[in-house]
């Protein structure tokens, strides 16, 4: 399966994945107007094997397949390390 992914330029870290390129009309308008601009980053084969940075693979393929889009938000910071203070600034 094929996923097309474009980043928001209005949400900080936010991605859409779409199982057709540029087939924006599949996302809720609502949605859609939060996100405002989307730019393309890249085009990914999420073949079983395939492994994601920040998402479960089989739950984006599942999304695609059942809505024709995915919604990557960004890391909470309990998730990223390194939003903690290590006490290291001068």
Not at 11 to 25: I, P
Not at 49 to 61: C, T
Request: aromatic share 10%; net charge negative.
């Amino acid at each position: 399966m094929q996923a097309f992914v474009y980043k928001s330029q209005r949400k900080a870290d936010t991605y859409v994945y779409l199982a057709a390129r540029d087939d924006f009309e599949r996302l809720p308008p609502p949605v859609r107007e939060q996100l405002g601009a989307l730019r393309f980053v890249l085009e990914v084969a999420l073949t079983p094997e395939r492994r994601l940075a920040r998402e479960n693979p089989e739950q984006v393929r599942a999304n695609l397949a059942a809505r024709g889009f995915h919604i990557q938000f960004p890391p909470t910071l309990a998730a990223d390390p390194m939003a903690d203070d290590w006490g290291t600034d001068a």
